[in-house]
């Protein structure tokens, strides 16, 4: 119910919400807290951050804010994709690469898979660490958006199979170009 909603709330430190959202369906609440219409400042962040890594807020908002549009991710998404890579790397790895966090768990996870694979077939005496490995997963994901920042946008859906595996007169391909081009 609500005492739940406001329990997570105040876990993901979001200290400013209406009623009005309390009262949402689940379906309604989960996408307002996608909507990102409650977005924190840096310091918010590095507070909600500062309990992950044992680093100051400032150190943390200095880190975060190397992104160009660091200020538009919402929360829910900078939530869940940290507890993702905190489920397979360490706080210092994904410290070192935190800006990686405010990309969507969808395209951080589809990126990892194929670099921990291929990492898997490198010799072990060259393989990458997991630092390397968090830094190539974002270097993927904003290669495809030239480096502009735009790869923590929503609407750059992520293609099931790589766009290199893809012949250009596929449906599948036509629906990225387009996706690309919006």
Not at 3 to 22: G, K, P
Not at 58 to 73: D, F, G, S, T
Request: glycine share 4%; net charge neutral; hydrophobic share 35%.
């Amino acid at each position: 119910g609500v005492q739940r909603r406001l329990d997570y709330l105040r876990y993901l430190s979001i200290n400013h919400v209406t009623v009005a959202a309390l009262g949402r369906t689940k379906v309604e609440f989960d996408k307002y807290l996608k909507s990102g219409t409650y977005k924190a400042k840096g310091d918010e962040i590095g507070l909600m951050l500062k309990k992950y890594f044992k680093k100051s807020v400032a150190e943390i908002q200095e880190k975060i804010e190397m992104h160009p549009l660091w200020k538009y991710v919402d929360l829910f998404t900078i939530h869940t994709t940290l507890h993702y890579l905190m489920e397979s790397f360490d706080a210092e790895d994904i410290f070192k690469n935190l800006p990686l966090i405010l990309h969507s768990r969808d395209k951080v996870e589809f990126r990892l898979v194929s670099l921990i694979e291929m990492n898997k077939q490198i010799n072990e005496n060259n393989r990458f660490t997991p630092s390397q490995i968090l830094a190539l997963c974002a270097y993927e994901i904003e290669k495809e958006f030239h480096f502009t920042g735009d790869g923590v946008w929503e609407k750059n859906k992520i293609l099931t199979k790589s766009p290199e595996a893809l012949p250009n007169e596929t449906e599948e391909w036509k629906v990225s170009k387009k996706i690309s081009v919006e």
